[in-house]
């Protein structure tokens, strides 16, 4: 899996058990390559206009298109980038065509946003180089939370509260590091006041007024103090899964999108990407490990507190975290709460 996500941020392709050749078209390194198939997400085909064929109505599946000619890269690209389309508005016919290899697609999809790339194949392109082997399989083993392990842990005073502890952890073939800030003093019988917190470099560092994660980072942290003085303690999971799971470069693909008008679901759509990628599954590990089994969850997202559930954490209360908007955001917690189910007013 390290190999194969390192292949597609090169460029390279991927001999996919079960599919064959698949070369990612945003990052392609063989400029010669032409094919007859391209694989592209559910999404994608429907800004594309082919939901109306069978095998482009299934919902967030992979689809598998032909066109009357084969495709060079340059088409292809055109094909799997939304932000081209006003530059090549006249693309096509393509037809969907059924895939035989279900399973081998989908993970080709998944690594490709763990890659952080457009999910967008040429299929058995010829002069395609040599290809790293990868399979579904594979997948599943380095998904799994349970290969989650603590890496380490030291004091950190931090501004909200100088009684701190910094707990990393990571897995064995993956490159991102997720941490918890323990904020007061853990102990056994009180439930935590917890935040899940994806990394955001925009707002958490820069000020990014686009989103409300900055202000949700510093009010989440000065809750957990207030905690912590008051005899309990705070946890802050975070969580290295930029811009809801698809990645830094895709995150500004999609705001590139929304300067055109699309709210930010939309935005993700047209990129071909999930709305929401983002591995609750291992926040639940996390909190695991840190012997923690009952929780005060401070989120607006419901979701959030199915997911830990279902995952073992029992969320003894939802805390509300719901703080002011500004012009630039506005429109953003509006699409949150009418289209995502976020409890903001």
């Given at each position: 899996?390290?190999?194969?996500?390192?292949?597609?941020?090169?460029?390279?392709?991927?001999?996919?058990?079960?599919?064959?050749?698949?070369?990612?078209?945003?990052?392609?390194?063989?400029?010669?390559?032409?094919?007859?198939?391209?694989?592209?997400?559910?999404?994608?085909?429907?800004?594309?206009?082919?939901?109306?064929?069978?095998?482009?109505?299934?919902?967030?599946?992979?689809?598998?298109?032909?066109?009357?000619?084969?495709?060079?890269?340059?088409?292809?690209?055109?094909?799997?980038?939304?932000?081209?389309?006003?530059?090549?508005?006249?693309?096509?016919?393509?037809?969907?065509?059924?895939?035989?290899?279900?399973?081998?697609?989908?993970?080709?999809?998944?690594?490709?946003?763990?890659?952080?790339?457009?999910?967008?194949?040429?299929?058995?392109?010829?002069?395609?180089?040599?290809?790293?082997?990868?399979?579904?399989?594979?997948?599943?083993?380095?998904?799994?939370?349970?290969?989650?392990?603590?890496?380490?842990?030291?004091?950190?005073?931090?501004?909200?509260?100088?009684?701190?502890?910094?707990?990393?952890?990571?897995?064995?073939?993956?490159?991102?590091?997720?941490?918890?800030?323990?904020?007061?003093?853990?102990?056994?019988?009180?439930?935590?006041l917890v935040r899940l917190h994806s990394e955001c470099?925009?707002?958490?560092?820069?000020?990014?007024?686009?989103?409300?994660?900055?202000?949700?980072?510093?009010?989440?942290?000065?809750?957990?103090?207030?905690?912590?003085?008051?005899?309990?303690?705070?946890?802050?999971?975070?969580?290295?899964?930029?811009?809801?799971?698809?990645?830094?470069?895709?995150?500004?693909?999609?705001?590139?999108?929304?300067?055109?008008?699309?709210?930010?679901?939309?935005?993700?759509?047209?990129?071909?990407?999930?709305?929401?990628?983002?591995?609750?599954?291992?926040?639940?590990?996390?909190?695991?490990?840190?012997?923690?089994?009952?929780?005060?969850?401070?989120?607006?997202?419901?979701?959030?507190?199915?997911?830990?559930?279902?995952?073992?954490?029992?969320?003894?209360?939802?805390?509300?975290?719901?703080?002011?908007?500004?012009?630039?955001?506005?429109?953003?917690?509006?699409?949150?709460?009418?289209?995502?189910?976020?409890?903001?007013?």
């Amino acid at each position: 899996m390290a190999q194969a996500i390192d292949a597609l941020r090169h460029g390279w392709p991927l001999a996919m058990e079960g599919a064959g050749i698949l070369l990612p078209i945003e990052t392609a390194m063989a400029r010669e390559a032409t094919c007859g198939h391209l694989l592209i997400s559910a999404a994608r085909a429907t800004t594309l206009k082919l939901a109306n064929q069978r095998d482009a109505a299934v919902p967030h599946a992979p689809v598998m298109i032909r066109g009357a000619e084969p495709f060079d890269l340059d088409l292809a690209v055109a094909v799997a980038d939304p932000a081209l389309d006003l530059a090549n508005p006249l693309k096509g016919p393509f037809k969907a065509e059924p895939i035989a290899w279900q399973e081998a697609a989908e993970a080709a999809m998944e690594l490709a946003r763990i890659a952080g790339i457009l999910p967008a194949f040429m299929i058995a392109p010829d002069h395609a180089g040599e290809a790293q082997p990868v399979s579904p399989g594979d997948l599943a083993q380095w998904s799994d939370p349970d290969r989650l392990r603590i890496a380490t842990r030291a004091k950190l005073p931090v501004t909200a509260d100088d009684d701190s502890e910094l707990v990393v952890f990571r897995k064995p073939d993956d490159m991102r590091e997720h941490c918890a800030l323990v904020i007061g003093r853990q102990m056994g019988g009180k439930a935590p006041l917890v935040r899940l917190h994806s990394e955001c470099l925009t707002g958490d560092i820069l000020g990014s007024l686009k989103c409300d994660c900055g202000p949700q980072l510093d009010a989440a942290l000065a809750a957990m103090a207030e905690e912590a003085a008051q005899g309990g303690y705070g946890v802050l999971l975070y969580m290295r899964q930029e811009g809801r799971g698809i990645g830094l470069i895709n995150k500004m693909r999609a705001y590139r999108l929304q300067d055109q008008g699309f709210d930010t679901i939309e935005a993700n759509e047209r990129l071909g990407l999930p709305d929401e990628a983002r591995d609750f599954a291992t926040a639940a590990r996390m909190l695991d490990l840190l012997g923690i089994g009952e929780i005060r969850l401070l989120t607006n997202n419901t979701k959030k507190v199915v997911a830990l559930e279902t995952h073992g954490i029992s969320i003894r209360e939802r805390v509300a975290h719901e703080l002011p908007s500004n012009p630039h955001n506005r429109r953003y917690l509006a699409t949150k709460r009418d289209r995502a189910g976020h409890l903001l007013t």
